[in-house]
């Protein structure tokens, strides 16, 4: 009886804290889910892999998503932007690979940044040394409101919706 005991007191003890580090990694379960925008631009396939955070009722533009500071454009880790072949955004290449996608919200204007570390979580170790290209971009009214935010690719235009607004950039 007594070693009944002590197995099932070893098993608690290892399978609990296996149980909890499996119920992290299910993201979906976040309160900013995973999204995904996909798309075939020319010959190239083009991802975006972001987590979509929602208004709640919460002022966004230049409170929860400060103007003129660094953004990981999301929640959660960085955005994703990856592409198989070169494209060329507003004008400018940018090679085949993987980036994180950062953006620098502003009222009038906003920057987009395509930094060549992708892997990370927010914008807290953001190196602009390491930013692979930037690109302007004017945010306008959306067409109707998003309560989450999300990434549209539609005929080589690329936007980001939330809220009220909507940013986008040309693609080739």
């Known amino acids: 009886m007594k070693s009944i005991i002590v197995v099932s007191v070893l098993f608690s003890l290892v399978a609990l804290p296996l149980c909890k ?23 190239n ?4 892999y972001y987590s979509s ?9 230049g409170d929860l998503v400060p103007y003129g500071k660094v953004w ?19 004008g400018q290449k940018l090679p ?3 980036y994180g996608l950062f953006t620098v919200p502003g009222e009038k204007e906003w920057t987009i940044i395509f930094n060549s570390v ?20 004017k945010p306008e009214k959306s067409a109707s ?12 235009v690329i936007s980001l919706l939330w809220e009220n607004l909507k ?3 040309m693609t080739k």
């Open 21 to 43: 580090v499996a119920a992290q990694e299910d993201k979906s379960a976040r309160p900013s889910p995973p999204a995904e925008a996909h798309a075939k631009i020319g010959d």
């Open 45 to 48: 396939t083009v991802a975006i």
């Open 53 to 61: 955070p929602a208004v709640k009722d919460r002022v966004i533009w």
């Open 72 to 90: 990981r454009t999301g929640a959660n880790e960085a955005t994703i932007f990856e592409t198989s072949g070169d494209l060329m955004i507003n």
């Open 96 to 98: 085949a690979g993987k």
């Open 118 to 137: 992708w892997d990370q979580w927010g914008a807290f170790k953001y190196d602009a040394a390491k930013d692979v290209l930037r690109i302007q971009a």
């Open 145 to 156: 409101f998003n309560e989450r935010m999300k990434f549209e690719i539609t005929d080589r």
């Open 167 to 169: 940013v986008s950039f």
